[in-house]
């Protein structure tokens, strides 16, 4: 009997490794570690314990994956509640990933070690479960708790991260950095500063602000400071430059999808940036009512996305909408970026909805006058309301 698990290189997905055989009765446990640009030095401490503690490891490379994915949510302008969907939209990209693997090996089954309270349960399983994986969630299964599986992991000769230093349980990938658990699980407590790796403190971003360009091509950004780049090398100097800036940090209460409210803290430059920057260059070039629709779809794909519903069809009818209007959303966006701020302070596209000449004050291309009529009947019914006629 044989298990795929889907690897981090954690406490809680490496005493996987021994419960599946001890507890499930496999006799062969294959790791797998999905790369979509959580620091390299994770994978590579993911790959010595898989190889070191599981039968077989795989390491596969998903970054290039995740930029597309990543594009669609730029489109999308992608947030739940104000969280920039970062672990959500990873998820089930892993998954696939890690079914590939199970395809290959003929698997009997797919492991996950999520606890039961979570959300990334669900967008994981969706996908096993899509193609027919019988799914084992050893720690939700058992109801493990952090104590537990260090003593356990100790008896099966397994070395624990030094639990004191990292009392919070983080995710990261290219797009974002979640720290939850501990201390930050009491929404009273304010985080200290070390929870933050990615983001500068504002106080302590340069004295002087800086200015940078973004351009886009139908809704996807291509140049930094006129300095064409594929995704990955964009999404990770934005990251840079941002988080010197101490731009793109979240500390909110979300509610996840089984309906707990909970307490999470993010990082996320790139994030920030391409998304204010997306946003401002759509208000040159989308109609009022285009905008005004769009919201109503971006709320959806966001919900989506968050609940790990990104194979219902009507994932892909939003996408098809969303690229339709994203095929004029090409110029470039300036922003002033200063001590945790952000601002847009210019912006272009040959598409703008924008005439200079009728809107100035100095100039006399339209005639005022024709206003007249049109200030006769706005608010017509109001006035009627109101009982005041002139
Ligand atoms: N709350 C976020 C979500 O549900 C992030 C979860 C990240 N997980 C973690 N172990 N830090 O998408």
């Not at 390299?40 to 930029?67: L, M, N, P, W």
């Not at 090996?105 to 309270?117: M, V």
Request: charged content about 30%.
């Amino acid at each position: 009997m044989k298990v795929v698990l889907s690897y981090s290189g954690g406490l809680d997905t490496t005493v996987c490794i021994p419960l599946l055989k001890e507890k499930y009765g496999f006799n062969e446990v294959i790791t797998v570690t999905v790369d979509i640009g959580q620091p390299e030095s994770d994978v590579k401490q993911a790959e010595e314990r898989g190889k070191k503690y599981a039968d077989k490891h795989y390491t596969i490379d998903a970054r290039e994956d995740f930029v597309l994915e990543l594009f669609k949510l730029i489109k999308a302008n992608g947030e739940y509640e104000g969280y920039v969907l970062g672990t959500a939209l990873a998820r089930p990209l892993i998954a696939e990933k890690v079914v590939e693997v199970a395809k290959k090996e003929n698997a009997d089954a797919i492991a996950h070690g999520c606890t039961g309270k979570g959300n990334d349960q669900l967008r994981f399983e969706n996908v096993f479960r899509q193609y027919g994986f019988k799914v084992i969630a050893p720690v939700r299964d058992l109801n493990l708790t952090r104590e537990w599986e260090i003593e356990y992991a100790k008896q099966h000769g397994i070395d624990v991260p030094a639990t004191k230093e990292k009392p919070y349980s983080i995710d990261e990938n290219l797009w974002s950095r979640s720290i939850e658990g501990g201390k930050l699980e009491d929404p009273s407590f304010t985080p200290p500063e070390d929870i933050y790796e990615w983001t500068a403190s504002p106080e302590k971003a340069p004295d002087e602000p800086e200015l940078i360009k973004i351009e886009f091509e139908k809704g996807v950004p291509v140049a930094l400071n006129d300095k064409r780049m594929g995704g990955f090398e964009l999404i990770n100097k934005l990251n840079e430059i941002g988080g010197r800036h101490g731009v793109g940090r979240t500390d909110m209460i979300e509610d996840r999808v089984l309906g707990l409210k909970a307490r999470e803290n993010y990082e996320h430059p790139a994030a920030t940036i391409l998304i204010t920057a997306h946003r401002d260059l759509e208000k040159l070039v989308l109609s009022r009512r285009e905008l005004k629709f769009k919201k109503f779809v971006e709320e959806e794909w966001a919900e989506l996305v968050y609940y790990g519903l990104t194979n219902d069809p009507l994932y892909d009818d939003l996408n098809a909408f969303i690229d339709k209007t994203q095929e004029r959303v090409t110029g470039w966006v300036k922003m002033r970026l200063f001590k945790g701020s952000i601002i847009p302070v210019a912006r272009h596209s040959e598409f703008a909805l924008y005439s200079e000449e009728l809107v100035s004050f100095d100039t006399g291309a339209i005639n005022q006058r024709l206003a007249e009529g049109f200030a006769a009947f706005h608010g017509l019914q109001g006035r009627l309301f109101r009982r005041l006629f002139q």
